[in-house]
């Protein structure tokens, strides 16, 4: 797995190590053997290539995107998206990927640029010119500060979404056991029922909230004032 682990920031190194080594061996055989699953080998682990030493909050999402052209390893961020806005509001890319949209439209609220209105229309009227223009540039943002934008399953393959979840909770586990052990001041930022389940939820300060796909994410008061 050292082909793997090398995607990663040098940081990580041993600790991805030690939390692959609880993992079922022949499920990571089959990965290396396979080329039906999403993000792919070359960018399974492309969310640590953020060093340990500047990561302050772990964004933990569920599993990649479901589209080729959308899956690149890092939670929330839909590769496929380029342009973010248009004179109607939204992109098209946008408005597709729902997730996204949701996520933005919080992050306008929080700063107040949208209200009670959350359309097209009073998103249209923005200037937003202030703003970041794609989704690169975003979720770079989001990295410049230290987030970590990681899914709670690392893989994702049709129909086999719990089976892969399942898979991957050792190595989580794992991961955030030993962040506890470096005392590393970190937040988990927790969105999903997948990103729940982690057991060392205790252990760190936490924000836990529904997936960005719900509606509610957008305006969830604890989303809103973190």
Request: glycine share 4%; proline share 6%; net charge positive.
């Amino acid at each position: 797995m050292q082909n793997i682990i090398a995607q990663a920031h040098p940081q990580w190194h041993k600790l991805l190590e030690c939390a692959l080594s609880v993992m079922d061996n022949q499920y990571l055989d089959k990965l290396q053997s396979s080329y039906n699953w999403l993000p792919g080998i070359k960018s399974i682990f492309s969310a640590f290539s953020l060093p340990l030493s500047v990561t302050q909050y772990i964004l933990l999402g569920e599993s990649p995107y479901p589209r080729p052209q959308s899956a690149n390893g890092y939670a929330f961020w839909d590769q496929a998206v380029q342009s973010i806005w248009s004179d109607k509001g939204f992109s098209k890319q946008v408005n597709r990927a729902t997730s996204l949209r949701n996520f933005i439209k919080m992050l306008l609220l929080a700063r107040g640029d949208l209200m009670k209105d959350l359309s097209q229309d009073a998103i249209a009227k923005l200037d937003k010119s202030q703003y970041v223009q794609t989704g690169a540039e975003l979720f770079g943002a989001f990295m410049s500060k230290g987030f970590l934008l990681l899914n709670a399953s690392l893989v994702y393959s049709e129909g086999q979404i719990p089976y892969h979840a399942r898979q991957w909770r050792p190595f989580i586990h794992k991961l955030f056991q030993q962040l506890t052990e470096h005392n590393a001041p970190l937040k988990l930022v927790l969105l999903g029922r997948i990103a729940e389940q982690i057991p060392q939820t205790s252990l760190f300060p936490v924000l836990l909230a529904e997936h960005p796909y719900n509606i509610s994410f957008i305006t969830n008061p604890a989303v809103v004032k973190f």
